[in-house]
């Protein structure tokens, strides 16, 4: 089990500039979310699918971050244009939602960490 | 504004002894569960314990809930160094789909040895 892949594991980027962040669920999980780590905040849900179809996009701050699932194996979280206060660790988490939400815990990637200057 | 807040901020003993941890939450829940997040990487799912339960084991884990106080506690026992982490309590609420996972800021656990 090669677990939930997200790269790059560091972003460092002036404001201004496109971020992509790419994250690869566990595969044959349905379930993909997408979350954002800060010591003043702690951990924000973003946005999370489920079937590659997103369900709620609540927690995606501006218009600025958009997030795609082409497939059951990819994701992406995008941030156009970047602002300093975007730096972060953006962690993408997975699920196998069979039934009940209750029986599926997330698995998370190592994070990436986005540096805005 | 946050679902579960947990106490305390930072607990540091000795290796060997007991660690608990505790997690308020403010709506009501279909279950709680519990996540450890070692230093620069993901979180790892400890255990889940759901709204009609009130204790749950899970080999040197022990975790409690009580509806009534809103409140859930996490039992280490018999600490390790390994044990060294921040510990994440998260809630889902009723009203807004079970998948909707909110963390509390954690409690960063140093064990000595």
């Known amino acids: 089990d090669a677990g939930v892949i997200q790269s790059p594991r560091h972003e460092v980027t002036e404001m201004g500039q496109e971020v992509t962040l790419r994250c690869k669920p566990i595969?044959?999980?349905?379930?993909l979310f997408w979350y954002r780590q800060t010591m003043m905040r702690g951990l924000e849900l973003l946005i999370y699918?489920?079937?590659?179809?997103?369900?709620?996009d609540s927690g995606m701050p501006e218009d600025r971050f958009s997030a795609k699932m082409p497939n059951a194996s990819f994701s992406t979280l995008k941030i156009q244009p970047s602002e300093p206060r975007d730096s972060a660790v953006y962690f993408c988490?997975?699920?196998?939602?069979?039934?009940?939400?209750?029986?599926?815990?997330?698995?998370f990637g190592n994070g990436t960490r986005l540096t805005v200057t | 504004s946050q679902q579960g807040e947990e106490d305390p901020q930072a607990l540091s003993i000795q290796e060997g002894e007991n660690a608990t941890m505790n997690c308020s939450y403010k709506?009501?829940?279909?279950?709680l569960q519990w996540y450890r997040q070692n230093s620069g990487r993901g979180l790892v799912h400890l255990i889940l314990?759901?709204?009609?339960?009130r204790e749950k084991h899970s080999g040197r884990l022990r975790v409690t809930l009580d509806t009534s106080k809103k409140s859930s506690s996490l039992l280490i026992t018999a600490s390790r160094a390994a044990d060294t982490a921040s510990y994440f309590c998260?809630?889902?609420?009723?009203?807004?789909?079970?998948?909707?996972?909110?963390f509390g800021q954690g409690t960063r656990l140093t064990i000595n040895p």
């Open positions: 699918f489920n079937n590659n179809v997103p369900i709620d």
């Open positions: 595969s044959g999980h349905n379930s």
């Open positions: 988490a997975s699920s196998l939602l069979i039934r009940d939400p209750v029986d599926s815990p997330l698995h």
């Open positions: 998260a809630t889902d609420a009723h009203n807004q789909g079970a998948q909707k996972l909110v």
């Open positions: 314990i759901r709204s009609n339960e």
């Open positions: 709506t009501s829940i279909n279950n």
